[in-house]
């Protein structure tokens, strides 16, 4: 599948996502943390909250007929269907999902997310390779879903029934989610602008382009965003032991940047061979942009984590005024950018602007429990190794070695490397590893 039809794929994908901007407003985030806090019933809880989800699913879906005259890619418009029915699935398996994690049975999250990537990735070899279009690409992602969509239904177990929906329940639930309603607008502008505009200003041609090295990115997201669904229960259990919440923040930024700079870094060095491997020839110009939106992963990791927590102090109204600033900055800097420099102003557009959106972030964090989370000395320990297998991982890979090998060795040698520096996270993390294999 060349880039025009991948870039028609992820522009309508992307068009047809912002009428399912409200198909949330903070729902599942209410119900994790209000589940750990028993004001409310369970059932009633979970019942409501899934009443008020159907009601933004019907919404969002109506206002995605009303738009779609303004969908001006032909491609994307003769998929337009299997789009909508897609997102319509989504939006409901990941109701279900958050149950789970307010449950905290994130295995059963891990294997519905595991059957679905795992089909989505087999069906579409298979699917594009008997015919590379579109709507077979479509097909592949269908199938992923609607396989893992019954595992996901078992976090229902009899707890949504008409007789639990209580209408004192769905006021408070309003009540709390209106002042985050924006959230998603905010978010969506954040991820989805550059794609968006890219394709009205220069077409999917780029589109294609960029979102292959975009792509690669957004899954090491997985990561940070595992890490966080755990602990979100955990920190609204502990939202008033700020000593607890301390802790358990700057520990997991610590394991976030021992994962993300060797990415980083290694990233950048290997591109080309990444792309080219995983792509083919076609890609190469897609190789630029992926280099610069490297520079996310470190940004989002901790973002991600400074978010959870605020959200769990209930002060996620402050942080949405700074993700506002940080969203109008994204649009003004992709409008001047991607008409100079085309998909690498998109990037560096995005980049920029989750760098204003992390300062902000974690300016306020500290202000709000006067700690500074980043310890330096573990960093520098971080930015050492990295650097070291980043030179074995570009040296490695441009003699013809396998890339996939050369990750894997160059992952487990920065391992290696810490431990020989005495790195503390590590240590802990082998040890409470080999403590829950013995027991």
Same mark, same amino acid.
């Given at each position: 599948m060349g880039p025009s039809l991948l870039g028609s794929f992820s522009y309508g994908l992307s068009f047809i996502g +912002?009428? *399912? +901007? *409200?198909?949330d407003i903070g729902i599942s985030s209410i119900l994790i943390r209000e589940y750990q806090k028993k004001e409310f019933k369970k059932t009633e809880l979970i019942s409501t909250c899934f009443f008020l989800k $159907? %009601?933004?699913i019907i919404f969002s879906t109506f206002f995605a007929l009303f738009t779609f005259p303004y969908l001006n890619d032909p491609q994307a418009r003769n998929v337009f269907w299997l789009l909508l029915f897609f997102l319509i699935i989504g939006s409901l398996r990941d109701y279900f999902i958050t149950i789970f994690r307010a449950q905290q049975k994130m295995q059963y999250e891990a294997l519905a997310n595991l059957v679905e990537s795992s089909l989505v990735f087999l069906s579409g070899i298979s699917f594009v390779s008997f015919n590379p279009s579109i709507k077979y690409l479509i097909y592949a992602y269908l199938v992923g879903t609607l396989v893992s969509f019954p595992i996901t239904i078992r976090s229902i177990n009899g707890l949504i029934k008409a007789k639990y929906i209580k209408l004192d329940v769905l /006021? =408070? %639930?309003? =009540? $709390?989610a209106l002042p985050i309603a924006i959230s998603p607008i905010i978010t969506l502008i954040l991820t989805s602008t550059d794609i968006v505009m890219l394709g009205w200003l220069k077409g999917s041609n780029e589109v294609g382009f960029y979102t292959t090295g975009l792509r690669l990115v957004n899954f090491l997201f997985i990561i940070p965003a595992t890490l966080t669904t755990v602990l979100l229960p955990i920190l609204s259990k502990f939202s008033q032991e700020k000593e607890k919440l301390i802790n358990i923040?700057?520990?997991l930024i610590r394991i976030s940047s021992m994962l993300a700079i060797p990415i980083l870094l290694g990233g950048i060095v290997t591109a080309q061979k990444v792309i080219l491997v995983i792509f083919g020839?076609?890609?190469?110009?897609? %190789?630029t942009s992926f280099q610069i939106l490297l520079f996310l992963v470190p940004l989002i990791f901790i973002i991600i984590i400074l978010d959870t927590l605020l959200f769990a102090l209930n002060l996620q109204l402050k942080k949405l005024q700074f993700s506002a600033f940080s969203a109008l +900055?994204? $649009?003004? $800097?992709?409008f001047m950018l991607i008409r100079e420099f085309s998909l690498y102003g998109a990037a560096i557009g995005t980049v920029l602007s989750q760098i204003v959106n992390l300062i902000l972030t974690a300016r306020l964090s500290y202000l709000i429990l006067k700690n500074n989370f980043f310890e330096i000395k573990s960093h520098y320990q971080y930015l050492i190794s990295a650097i070291l297998i980043s030179i074995f991982a570009y040296y490695s890979s441009n003699i013809g070695l396998n890339i996939f090998l050369? /990750?894997? *060795?160059? /992952?487990v040698s920065y391992f290696i490397i810490l431990i020989l520096m005495k790195e503390k996270e590590l240590?802990?993390?082998l040890a409470e590893a080999i403590t829950l294999l013995t027991k």
């Open positions: +912002l009428s *399912f +901007l *409200f198909s $159907l %009601i933004l /006021a =408070k %639930i309003t =009540k $709390l923040v700057k520990r020839e076609q890609y190469t110009q897609s %190789i +900055l994204n $649009l003004v $800097l992709n050369v /990750a894997t *060795f160059s /992952a240590k802990t993390l």
